[in-house]
């Protein structure tokens, strides 16, 4: 596992905070949207996913809901990957009640140390991640490279709406995201004072013309974004270069 910077430290302290109930209360705070952009994110690796046979990475797994979204979805084995203890036990949980405990397999690890063999999976998945790196693009070129060629990559993440829709944005994550996060626990506040500015800053500083450039620079081809909800998420995706 690579070394932990100040970045990485406050990470994992934030999901340790709110592991327990996260998948309640990430419905509740995001307004049902969050399911809704798995969903979305999932069918777009369809094309390397629906086959026996395929292998998914679904890196910063969390507590699995993607990686079971995946499972249920398509006919492949998947590697949950995530650097957070409290949230893999959540997964864990998750998967067994699911009853795909033999499809999905999880794995203590972060991103820049990602335990995959290069070219090794068909296709791979990460949410909520690139906020959390120090690098994103040497992410990116990590998790690009362990995508066989051909094989495909997708991401979602928190986005920015633009226009009038903005100040409905700040004002909620501002405002009612920390209001709302009281109700859920002392963790919650954290994260609901930090997610908003932690947005807008990545964003900011890295531009989604920024970003899909990351991303072709990474090897990967054919890529496409989508915002979703009226920005209030996006959605990117690709094929791996070289096939």
Known sequence: MSAVSERKRHARSLFAGIAADYDRWAQLLSFGQDRRWHDVMVETVAPAAD????????????TGAVAIALARRYPCRVIGIDQ????????????????????????????????????????????????YVDDPAAVLRTLAAAVRPGGMMASLDFGVPRGAALHAWRAYTRIGLPAAGALAGPGWVHTGRFLGPNIEGFWERHPLESVLGMWAAAGMEQIRSRRLSVGGGVVIWGVRGGG
């Open 84 to 131: 957070s203890p409290d949230m893999l036990a959540g997964a864990r949980d998750r998967i067994d009640i699911a009853g795909l405990g033999a499809r999905i397999d999880l794995v203590e690890a972060d991103a820049e140390g990602l335990p995959l063999v290069p070219g090794s999976v068909d296709a791979l998945t990460h949410t909520y991640l690139l906020r």
């Open 51 to 62: 086959r026996p046979g395929a292998v998914v990475a679904d890196v910063a797994t969390g």
